[in-house]
Structures are given as structure tokens and as C-alpha cells.
């Protein structure tokens, strides 16, 4: 047993929990907070969100272990606030709930949409919605309800500072679904490569976000990002075998700890330049392991303010064969974070013209990142 505090709702909890127990039986089972609700069970319905300072998490798929000093609000934890009251009528009004079982995971998700980003397009609402599943509505009558609500409201700062872990990116948004691919990056081979399909709709993939911070204006880093054989190389671990248009071959390899492996593969990329925006779909294959990956990866550069530059990027990858167990760890969120501020650093370094760090036999992940990483989780306990 492991002994876990946390708030929940604003009460502190502490407690002794399995290694294994999920944050949304421990917030069921042992404090009998039944409004987190139960559906896939594997973090796509959406049913079970809870907000973990600050941001919306799938507590099926959070150890409760892992919220050690966490704050945690349930939907009963909503039952007073002034948004979440306006959320509730605006969802009796157009009728956006039927059987109710969603209802939870959507009204704390729609508070989310709300306060951190204001009064947004109706797609826009759809696709930060895209996470929670509902059998019954057909979701018109949720999307009325939250645009009721969201219609002149500024995005909240603090809430939007807390969702990108304490840095402000104000008004910042994933990069829209459908942008038209620039010319030179139409696909020529009759290949997939739509800002759609990288968006990451992959069946049973994950996605992460991530926005990295680097000290350079959204021209110039938008002259790397949009040049691959200069950016390829500020990612550990990656190369370019071959670039033909936009198709391209080339290899990552990787080191999880005591799994090594080598992916060699295709992708297809494209780029807008006029939205500073590009995305890219591939798959691999590492004949050693005998695993197979398929990714999506879509990146967009906007002005951070003080003369810094935001690329917000969202990966979604699924892994098969021997890799498959980092499919949804917490830790490849970790392994990503730390990948992002050495991406950022080697492009700040391309950018300005210094070297970036050595890459020959660089690879991705690597044992100092991983043994950073268990040093960071376990210290936390
Ligand atoms: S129950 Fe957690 S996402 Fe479905
Ligand atoms: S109202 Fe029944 S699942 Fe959404």
C-alpha cells in the first residue's frame, strides 16, 4: 500500500491506496464521489474527467499514487461555482443531456473550454469537445449549451497559465483542423497528408500537447521549423535518410531504459507557411523488436510575447510490439516534456548560429533522460 494526500474538492484526504488503484475508484470507491463516472475505462470516452491542478485529466487512467499533494475537483466539487451554475441551466435549456452518463465528464470539460478560452467559434468548441463521447444527444444541444455560456467571455488567464503548466501563453490554440496545404507540400503519391489525418486521428492512438518556449521571434523560427534537414536535426535520436518533396525516409532511434530499439520509416509532411504551421504522418518499423509505430505530429508557431515565439505541438503515435507498453505511461509524457526543452534549446542554438549540442549516437529518450525521470517520480513519493 502506498500513503497518498491530496485535496479533493477543497477537503484534505490522505490515505493508503494499491500501487494500482485508479484516481477514479479511489474518488468512487473510498470517498464516494460517484459523479466521476465510469465508461471505457482506457481514456477515451471521457466520462471520468476530473480537474488535477488545474487541468482536465482521465482519472481511469491516473494512479491515484500519482496525485500525491494534488488538488482535485470532481463534478461534486462544482456544485457552487458561478460557471458551472450557468453551465448546468444552459444544458437543461437546450436539452444537451439524455441519459446523463456523460453528463459529468462534459459539464467539467465545458467549464474547461469556457474559462481558458472564452468566447470561440462553434468548430472550435467541436474539436476541444472531441475528447468526451456521448451516446445519446448527437451533441447539438451540448455545443448550443457551452456556446450560450462561452459568448463574450475573455479566456481566463490563470486558468489557461495552470492548463500549460504555469507558463502564459494567452489566447494560445491548437493550430485549426482543416488549413489548405501549401502547394509544394500537396501529396504527389496519393499518400494521406491532410492537417486532419495529423491531427491525430489515429484508431487507439494517444496524443500529447506540448508548448515549447524558444528565444527567438515566430519569423526566424519559422524559418527552421519550415527547413527539415535544419530542424530534424535539433530532435535527439532522428535522421534524414531521404527528402524528396514532401515525402520523406529516415530513422529514429530510441533507448527506454533497457529496450533499445531503431525505427526506419516513411512520412509525409506538409506546411502552411502564411499560418506558420506543419504537419507531418509517418510509420516505422524496428525489425529488432519486431515493433511497429505510427504518428502524427502537428506544430504551429506563434508570438510569445518579449520577442519569444510558442511552437505548440501535438504528437499522437501508437505503438505495437514490445514498444506497446509506453502507449499511455504517464512517463512517456515525461520522456516528451524533456524531449521538448532539448528540442527547444538545439533550435534556439540553430537559430542563433551556435552549435547545437553533439548528435552523433544521440538518441531518443537515452538512459541520463530516463534515470532523471524515475529520479523526479521517485522523489515525489
Ligand atoms: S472512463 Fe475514463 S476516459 Fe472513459
Ligand atoms: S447523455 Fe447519455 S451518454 Fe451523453
Given amino acids: 500500500m502506498v500513503r497518498v494526500s491530496m485535496s479533493v474538492n477543497g477537503d484534505a484526504v490522505i490515505a493508503e491506496v494499491e500501487p494500482r488503484t485508479q484516481l ?22 471521457g466520462a471520468c ?19 500525491e499533494s494534488a488538488h482535485v475537483t470532481t463534478i461534486e466539487g462544482f456544485d457552487d461555482d458561478p460557471t458551472m451554475i450557468e453551465l448546468r441551466d444552459a444544458f437543461s435549456e437546450f436539452h444537451a443531456l439524455q441519459c446523463g452518463f456523460c453528463t459529468p465528464g462534459m459539464l467539467t470539460t465545458a467549464r474547461d473550454i469556457v474559462l ?3 468566447d470561440i467559434p462553434e468548430s472550435w468548441i467541436r474539436e476541444e469537445l472531441s475528447g468526451n463521447i ?11 449549451a457551452v456556446k450560450k455560456v462561452a459568448a463574450g467571455k475573455v479566456p481566463n488567464a490563470v486558468a489557461a497559465s495552470a492548463a500549460v503548466a504555469a507558463k502564459k501563453f494567452d489566447g494560445l490554440r491548437p493550430a485549426p483542423v482543416t488549413p489548405a496545404p501549401r502547394e509544394k507540400a500537396k501529396p504527389s503519391s496519393g499518400q494521406a ?21 524558444v528565444g527567438a521571434t515566430p519569423e526566424q523560427v519559422w524559418n527552421v521549423l519550415s527547413d527539415l534537414r535544419r530542424v530534424v536535426p535539433c530532435v535527439p535520436g532522428v535522421e534524414i535518410t531521404t527528402l524528396e518533396g514532401e515525402n520523406l525516409t529516415g530513422k529514429v532511434k530510441m533507448a527506454l531504459g533497457p529496450i533499445k530499439a ?3 520509416g516513411q512520412a509525409t509532411v506538409g506546411m502552411d507557411d502564411a499560418k506558420r504551421e506543419g504537419w ?29 515565439s510558442v511552437v505548440a505541438v501535438t504528437l499522437t503515435w501508437k505503438l505495437s510490439g514490445a514498444l506497446a507498453q509506453f502507449n499511455r505511461a504517464g512517463l512517456v509524457q515525461d520522456i516528451v516534456r524533456r524531449l521538448a526543452a532539448t528540442f527547444a534549446a538545439n533550435l534556439e542554438a540553430t537559430i542563433t548560429g ?28
Fill in 193 to 213: 497528408s491532410t492537417p486532419a489525418t495529423a491531427a491525430g486521428q489515429i484508431d487507439g492512438g494517444i496524443s500529447i500537447e506540448e508548448r515549447i518556449r
Fill in 49 to 67: 474527467t476530473v480537474m488535477v491542478n488545474g487541468k482536465m485529466q482521465r482519472s481511469c487512467i491516473t494512479f491515484a499514487s500519482d496525485c
Fill in 116 to 118: 481558458r478560452l472564452g
Fill in 280 to 308: 507531418m504522418t509517418g510509420k516505422g518499423r524496428d525489425s529488432g523488436l519486431g515493433s511497429s509505430a505510427e504518428g502524427a505530429a502537428r506544430w504551429r508557431v506563434v508570438n510569445g510575447g518579449n520577442n519569444d
Fill in 262 to 264: 531503431s525505427f526506419s
Fill in 354 to 381: 551556435t552549435a547545437p549540442p553533439a548528435q552523433a549516437g544521440a538518441v531518443l529518450g537515452g538512459f541520463g533522460l530516463i534515470w532523471s525521470i524515475l529520479k523526479a517520480r521517485f522523489s515525489r513519493r
Fill in 24 to 45: 477514479a475508484d479511489f474518488l468512487r470507491n473510498d470517498l464516494q464521489l460517484t459523479g466521476t463516472h465510469l465508461g471505457c475505462e482506457q481514456g477515451v470516452c
Fill in 134 to 144: 456521448c451516446r445519446c444527444t448527437g451533441y447539438v444541444g451540448i455545443v448550443e
